[in-house]
């Protein structure tokens, strides 16, 4: 069983940054795919990335990548999304989750329980 914690948001002005963090326990972190999703008032959860403890690689959606970078810590079993440049659309709830798989998966198995960003205009 793995539990995710998500931590780090709260409110910033537009063009700001955060850096979110998302503690694990339980499981094999170290072999795990990592995910970011955000999810807005009223609209579908979007995907934002995908990390891989394994190698370190990760993808970031293509209309966020110049602004969002993910990593990971994995002797402190955390990941990390850095976001800068926030937009007043960036205001959601922000997921992160994890999952055995050897590929980005379609779904993943576990998930946090989100952590609220709210960007001021």
Known sequence: ???????????????????????????????????????????????IGCFSNSDGDYIVTHSLKDRFTISSDVAERTVYLQMNGLKPDGTAVYFCAADPSKTCPPTYIYWGRGTQVTVSA
Do not use: H, I, N
Request: net charge positive; proline share 2%; with cysteine.
């Open 1 to 47: 069983q793995v539990t995710l914690v998500d931590s780090g948001g709260g409110l910033v002005q537009a063009g700001g940054s955060l850096r979110l963090s998302c503690a694990a326990s339980g499981g094999t972190f170290s072999t795990y795919r990592m995910g970011w999703f955000r999810q807005a008032p009223g609209k579908e959860r979007q995907g």
